[in-house]
């Protein structure tokens, strides 16, 4: 059992050696930090104590148990959680540290709460690379069980300050380890290995072309809840949204009246228009990608027009996002895989 009270409230430290081994207790605690990863802020718990994960949904507001994601220091402790397969070493040998998230089947002997897996007999495991993600896992000697620090719903945060702006009591957030700006900027990929056929279930910060290039060919998924079947894990179609319309595949020449423009690629400086990599450089756009999309939306601006961007590379997660984001909002509006009640701010046009 955890005293909650006798953790700290929402405490913001620098990622410093010192501040890193009071996170790690924090976690052994029961308790919940924010860190960083190299892809996007973590919201973590010891993925080993059901009752500290239940209290990453209430904090976040989901409305299901969905799977997370479990982080491992690597993949010797990863085995100790799922069986791998030679696919999972290829990739794991390839990838690890890194952007890329692998489904496998849990061991039976394995000591993950079931709130962390949803029940189910796979399990979504990652090492990431980020030097303060892999200090408190080493530090806290358990894998921790993290979805991006939002609340459900919203854009994943990609700098501590998301996180503070998010939930701005803490809402039972204990500390929030702040590690700069992530690397990346999007969430990793996901692929399941589980089976016979890879399966690619979201692009993500290392492009499938890269993937292929170890494994061969991998299987476009299509996650259950795509579908609408809210039980499985996966992602609904409306995902990581702004609370203004988001119009994607638009020339510049057709932007509208009040809306603000996110570009790609040379372009001259026009107002209301941030460029995602004027270099046309679709990694330095992904790193830019949910930080321009919150710099955009405020109030007063009727929304935001995207212009088209190359679905190669990393240009795959990005059109994922912004496809997601672009998606009709109210009816399963959705941040990490799970459905989303109606919200009205999101349909109010100014
Ligand atoms: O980059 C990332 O992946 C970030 C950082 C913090 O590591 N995490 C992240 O977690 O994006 P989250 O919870 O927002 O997204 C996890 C996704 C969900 O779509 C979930 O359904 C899927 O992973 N997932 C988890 N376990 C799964 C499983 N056993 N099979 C299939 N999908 C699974
Ligand atoms: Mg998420």
Redesign the pocket.
């Known amino acids: 059992m955890t005293d909650a009270n006798a953790l700290p409230n929402f405490e913001v430290f620098e990622a410093t050696p010192d501040a890193i081994r009071q996170a790690a207790a924090v976690i052994r605690a029961g308790g919940l930090v924010a860190?960083p990863?190299?892809?996007?802020?973590?919201?973590?718990a010891d993925a080993t104590n059901g009752e500290a994960v239940a209290r990453i949904f209430e904090v976040k507001d989901r409305p299901t148990f969905?799977?997370?994601?479990?982080?491992v220091a690597d993949e010797t402790q990863a085995g100790q959680l799922v069986d791998f397969n030679e696919t999972a070493q290829k990739l794991a040998f390839a990838f690890w540290p890194g952007?890329l998230?692998l489904?496998?089947k849990?061991r039976d002997d394995s000591p993950l709460s079931l709130v962390a897996?949803?029940g189910?007999?796979?399990?979504?495991v990652?090492v990431?690379a980020h030097p303060t993600?892999q200090a408190l896992l080493a530090a806290a000697g358990v894998p921790i069980a993290?979805?991006?620090?939002?609340r459900s719903g919203y854009i994943?945060p990609t700098q501590a300050i998301h996180v503070l702006m998010q939930f701005k009591d803490g809402q039972g957030i204990n500390v929030v380890l702040d590690g700069g700006a992530c690397a990346?900027g999007?969430?990793?990929?996901?692929i399941?290995v589980?089976g016979d056929t890879p399966t690619l279930?979201?692009p993500?910060?290392v492009p499938v072309e890269d993937i292929e290039a170890v494994i061969g060919p991998v299987a476009i998924g299509h996650?259950?809840?795509d579908d609408g079947d809210i039980k499985?894990?996966?992602?609904l179609k409306s995902h990581y949204a702004p609370s203004i319309p988001i119009r994607i595949n638009v020339k510049p020449e057709e932007r509208q009246r009040g809306e603000s423009m996110l570009t790609f690629g040379p372009d001259m400086p026009r107002r209301g228009t941030l460029n995602l990599s004027k270099k046309g450089d679709l990694r330095e756009a992904a790193a830019n990608l949910f930080t321009m999309m919150r710099a955009l939306d405020m109030p007063g601006i009727r929304g935001i027009a995207v212009v088209p961007i190359p679905n190669e590379g990393l240009g795959r997660a990005i059109n994922d996002r912004l496809q997601r984001a672009a998606a009709p909002k109210g009816v399963e509006t959705d941040?990490?895989?799970?459905p989303k009640y109606f919200d009205p701010i999101g349909i109010i046009e100014i």
């Open positions: 860190f990863t190299e892809t996007v802020y973590g919201l973590g969905n799977p997370l994601i479990v982080h952007a998230t489904v496998l849990r897996t949803a189910l007999d796979t399990v979504a990652r990431p993600a993290a979805p991006s620090a939002n994943s990346i999007v969430e990793s990929t996901i399941d589980s279930l979201r993500g910060g996650t259950p809840s499985a894990p996966g992602q941040a990490d895989g799970e």
